[in-house]
């Protein structure tokens, strides 16, 4: 059912899939994080990071973060303040604990492109999120070698205070334990570690996948584009069409069409997802 059809018919198929769905797979892309709150733009950015936009003319945090420093000193001033605000900021939100609340008593898993944690900060069981593009959390060596991470939480809190000017003490630049240039774990070339954790995830989600493919498998998919389809989007409208009972839901504002022919249960959104999912503890849905 395409977001053409009417809303009402469309909560009543989610709710019907739901109900009947053996186990869920949620995937989750930027459009998730961006229904909840999350804003990589606007007041919030323009409060916290006034020094760099007046210095560097940045406008978001997304291309900022390609941004060409001059020093190691000024780059990693500013991934402090990125990473703290990403990352430490932020609590567990509304949107995503509603998510947690819809889905206690289901077997589920996570997958999901977002590196903020908030399945994490929002309650989810960790064992059942497979974060596949990092995490703001974790540093990892810049060469990609040992596949070993570190959490800089501690880091970052030093860092903030030291501050000065958009640069931090040369004594401050990060380093691995042992000694290496530290780096960002996201994903952004071929040095990104996939570490013991990592492949461990990885495979308790095709595990899960393998396990239920022939029951009645739920795909909710949750605001994925086209930056980087190969890793849940496409994935998910081939198992819709491939596994016998497998329903794909789509919620996305922008991109609700399939790219794929055969997908025969498939219900698409470009509703609001808080009002989605809260449409299905109502009895009755009116169309809008």
């Not at 590196?115 to 999120?129: C, H, I, N, P, Y």
């Not at 000694?179 to 070339?189: E, F, K, S, Y």
């Not at 698409?268 to 449409?279: Q, R």
Request: proline fraction near 6%; aromatic fraction near 14%.
């Amino acid at each position: 059912m395409m977001h053409t059809e009417p809303f009402s018919e469309r909560v009543e198929a989610l709710k019907r899939s739901f109900a009947e769905a053996d186990a869920i797979v949620v995937g989750a892309g930027a459009g998730l994080s961006t229904a909840a709150g999350l804003r990589y733009d606007g007041e919030d950015f323009e409060r916290e990071f006034g020094p760099w936009i007046e210095r560097y003319g940045f406008t978001d945090l997304y291309t900022s973060g390609f941004y060409p420093f001059e020093s190691e000193e000024e780059r990693w001033a500013y991934w402090a303040k990125h990473i703290w605000f990403c990352r430490y900021r932020q609590e567990g939100t509304p949107l995503y604990g509603q998510l947690r609340k819809v889905l206690e008593g289901k077997e589920y898993f996570v997958v999901t492109t977002n590196v903020d944690a908030q399945f994490e900060l929002s309650g989810f069981d960790t064992g059942r999120v497979f974060a596949t593009q990092g995490d703001y959390c974790m540093f990892q060596p810049a060469s990609g070698s040992p596949k070993t991470l570190m959490n800089n939480r501690e880091w970052v809190m030093k860092a903030l205070p030291a501050i000065a000017d958009c640069r931090i003490p040369t004594e401050m630049i990060p380093r691995m334990p042992d000694g290496q240039p530290a780096a960002m774990n996201l994903r952004v070339d071929e040095t990104f570690v996939e570490d013991y954790h990592w492949h461990r995830q990885a495979k308790r989600y095709t595990d899960f996948v393998k396990k239920w493919s022939q029951k009645r498998l739920l795909l909710w998919e949750f605001g994925i584009g086209y930056n980087t389809p190969g890793i849940i989007r496409l994935p998910f409208e081939q198992m819709a069409q491939q596994f016998p009972h497998t329903t794909l839901v789509r919620f996305n504002l922008e991109h609700p069409e399939l790219y794929y022919e055969g997908v025969e249960r498939f219900v698409a959104f470009t509703e609001d997802i808080p009002t989605v999912l809260a449409a299905l503890g109502e009895d009755e849905v009116k169309d809008e």
